[in-house]
């Protein structure tokens, strides 16, 4: 099949992801399809409504997926681990596109480690420890994977990811095609980058600090004990609900105002760290919502402070 002809000849809004040739052009690019998909089974959080899920671990299909997707006026999300996500109720008004790792998603070459983004973050910070290359300990205990850590500057215990950044290579919704930018062409801040909202990323290569691996191990331990003692860990969460503003502690500031326990349905703050927020069962994202308006209404009357979301909100 031409595909660049039979895009043109295809009336956006009209052609759905179930249509025969639809379905045709994606095999072809070898993108496989799985309809119908909960978003609360692939959240942390455990919320959020039914979609397609477009997944393939091809890179150089990118492009012509999302041209494909385009001619049909379909919406799209990137998903990576889903583990910094808040996704709306019902029927969800675009698909979900993840990348799926290749087998090996990690592959050294001195202090250089090139990282699939659809790599798990955790399993990477091991495998460099394992071959004495350090830095990330603080990463330990971060769910999800190396290019949802990329998008949000991901980071713990005074480390963040951009640091060790060499190049990335994503699809750039500006030009449309696959390119490589240099770390110093990214600008990475508190849990947030300079990569534009429809940028994808594909992969990295990591510059890490050669460290003996007993001591790396030392960080790790002492990180797990940290995250250990002040997190809900086992509960259904998205990590921090709320960004840190300058100088300050949302946690604290929540804590302050005795708000730990406080709850929408089975959306709670979590009584372990408060800027946690738990689904102790069955919450709705509208439960959610709710309860982070709430607090965020509570902490401006008596902080003067307008706390901003960590966590990313997939509401429209
Ligand atoms: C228990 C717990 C503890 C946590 N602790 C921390 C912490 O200490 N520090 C911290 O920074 N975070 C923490 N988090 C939040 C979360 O784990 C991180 O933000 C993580 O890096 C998100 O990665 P992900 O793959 O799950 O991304 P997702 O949740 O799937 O996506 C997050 C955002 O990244 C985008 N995205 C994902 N993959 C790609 C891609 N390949 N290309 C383009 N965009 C993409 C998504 O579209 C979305 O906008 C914690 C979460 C939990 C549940």
Not at 125 to 135: E, F, N, P, S
Not at 282 to 302: F, G, N
Request: hydrophobic content about 40%.
């Amino acid at each position: 099949m031409n595909l660049s002809s039979f895009w043109e000849r295809s009336t956006p809004r009209t052609v759905r992801l179930e249509d025969p040739k639809v379905v045709a052009a994606l095999a072809e690019l070898g993108v496989q399809r799985e309809s119908h998909t909960s978003l609360a089974e692939l959240t942390s959080l455990g919320i959020g409504g039914t979609t397609d899920l477009l997944r393939t671990c091809r890179h150089e299909a990118i492009p012509d997926l999302l041209r494909l997707l385009d001619a049909h006026g379909v919406p799209h999300r990137f998903l990576g681990g889903g583990s910094n996500l808040l996704v709306r109720d019902g029927e969800l008004p675009w698909v979900v596109l993840q990348l799926v790792s290749p087998e090996p998603d990690v592959v050294l070459e001195g202090n250089l480690a090139h990282v699939d983004a659809a790599a798990d973050l955790g399993r990477t910070v091991t495998y460099c420890a394992k071959h004495d290359l350090g830095g990330m300990e603080g990463l330990i205990g971060v769910p999800g994977t190396v290019g949802g850590a990329l998008r949000m500057n991901a980071g713990a215990y005074g480390m963040q990811i951009g640091a060790y950044v060499r190049e990335v290579k994503l699809y750039r919704v500006a030009t449309r095609k696959i390119e490589t930018l240099r770390g110093h062409q990214i600008s990475f801040e508190y849990r947030h980058t300079s990569f534009a909202p429809d940028d994808m990323m594909l992969a990295v290569i990591l510059e890490l600090p050669s460290k003996p691996y007993k001591e790396i191990l030392q960080g790790i331990r002492i990180c797990n004990e940290k995250r250990r003692s002040s997190q809900p860990l086992g509960q259904k969460s998205a990590g921090c609900i709320f960004k840190n503003p300058p100088g300050a502690s949302a946690g604290r500031m929540i804590d302050e105002l005795g708000l730990k326990g406080l709850r929408v349905g089975d959306a709670q703050v979590s009584d372990r760290h408060a800027n946690f927020f738990i689904n102790t069962g069955r919450a709705s994202a509208s439960d959610m919502l709710a309860l982070i308006a709430d607090v965020r209404e509570r902490v401006t009357k008596a902080f003067d402070v307008v706390l901003e979301c960590e966590v990313v909100v997939w509401n429209g």
